[in-house]
């Protein structure tokens, strides 16, 4: 048999991420396993190599497993907004700053007086801080323009950026994120424009996977998200939505009769929002960190939502105003202390699931033919990643069958 490209050996056990039934069943472990790569893909799993590597890796008694994925990040923005995080910390909630004109509002100023060249200068950092996290793909999403010029600025930045550094990524329109300042007194106008003017161009240059909207008192009402999801399903870009995230609002349920791939946030969801999201099969996407940013509480229930069969994914949420962070292992502890996920289905949150929650069923999991995103860890079990609480144990970071970092 000819050699492996890179043979990855001496560990602990492989977290193929294959299996079926509970959290722990998902994670198919292969114990004392080895992974051979040719092409950028997984050629062998085992635990007797039948080659050597071209390159090998010792795991040096670590555990391995697949690539994370952030499957919803808003990594590319220009401004800061460390004076509204002084502001909470002083008591002001999330919704009054915004009322007063702070917010997204701040961020989308910002952003539009950024070039094309100032935004990938900007995110090309916060990119390597979650590559050095073990993430190998990420869902990044526009929204901080909310005129026609600078989302389709900031979705062709998300593009560029895949071209410069490694992770892969994942576009998404956030078009109704919030409402622009010049549409104050015209909400109608402003989704109107985004259905009859931007998705086109959007669907048509392929600048976006996804088309995403936040349903909140300060943001979008049902009927306007299920009208601009709706376009832009029939233009092949998939539906996501934030939702009952600061207030109550029956969003899972709206996510679910709309056949959503994912409702994210989730933290003020009902027991009707559950059982409507098992049944129609929306992946859960919880941000720990971001309720905890902006001090936001309650955490979402991930406990209700795995015992009532959703599929639970996780994310850092990374943005300017309610996440400031890259650290997916403090949202991997957050989701364990905090949203009542074990460490399995925390793991699971940042692999299978997250897959599941970028429509990429491929990645995420470790088996034969599967693209070769691996990380490699200076821990023996993945119990370690929660526990070790918002610390770095990443010891290598492998894409496509290339080690980077």
Excluded at 31 to 60: C, F, K, Q, S, Y
Excluded at 182 to 198: H, M, S, T, Y
């Amino acid at each position: 048999m000819e050699r492996f490209d890179l043979l990855i050996h001496g560990t602990s056990e492989i977290l193929t991420c294959t299996g079926e039934g509970r959290a722990e069943a998902k994670l198919a472990p292969l114990v004392g396993g080895a992974l051979g790569i040719r092409d950028g893909r997984v050629a062998w799993l085992g635990t007797e190599p039948p080659a050597r590597g071209i390159m090998e890796l010792d795991a040096r008694g670590g555990f391995v497993g697949p690539g994370f994925i952030d499957c919803h990040t808003h990594v590319v923005f220009a401004g800061d907004r460390s004076g509204e995080f002084e502001q909470r910390c002083q008591g002001q909630t999330y919704l009054e700053i915004a009322a007063a004109g702070g917010g997204i509002a701040r961020t989308v100023t910002a952003t539009r007086a950024a070039s094309e060249a100032e935004l990938i200068d900007l995110a090309l950092p916060r990119l390597e801080r979650l590559l050095r996290h073990g993430v190998t793909t990420a869902e990044v999403k526009s929204g901080y323009g909310l005129d026609l010029e600078t989302e389709l600025r900031m979705l062709k930045v998300i593009r560029r950026l895949g071209e410069l550094q490694p992770v892969t990524l994942i576009g998404t329109l956030l078009a109704l994120h919030a409402v622009p300042p010049e549409f104050k007194a015209d909400r109608a106008g402003w989704v109107k424009k985004v259905i009859d003017e931007l998705l086109p161009v959007v669907a048509a240059e392929k600048l976006a996977r996804f088309n995403d909207v936040f349903v909140e008192q300060t943001a979008f009402t049902h009927e306007e998200a299920r009208a601009c999801l709706e376009a832009g399903r029939k233009r092949g870009l998939l539906p996501r939505l934030h939702v009952d995230q600061l207030t109550p609002n029956g969003g899972a349920q709206l996510a679910a009769s709309l056949g959503a791939v994912t409702a994210d946030h989730l933290e003020q969801i009902s027991p009707e929002g559950i059982a409507a999201l098992a049944a129609a099969g929306t992946v859960a996407v919880l941000a720990p960190t971001s309720t905890l940013f902006a001090k936001a509480r309650p955490f979402a229930p991930g406990r209700a939502l795995c015992d009532a069969g959703v599929r639970v994914a996780l994310c850092t949420n990374c943005n300017p105003g309610s996440s400031h962070s890259e650290n997916v292992f403090l949202a991997m502890g957050l989701a364990c202390v905090e949203n009542g996920l074990t460490p399995a289905e925390a793991y699971l949150g940042f692999t299978r699931h997250a897959a599941d929650a970028i429509a990429e069923p491929e990645l995420g999991r470790l088996q034969v033919g599967s693209p070769a995103d691996v990380v490699i860890f200076n821990t023996s079990s993945y119990r370690a990643l929660p526990y070790h609480f918002a610390m770095n144990d990443v010891a290598h970071v492998v894409k496509a069958g290339r080690p980077l970092y």
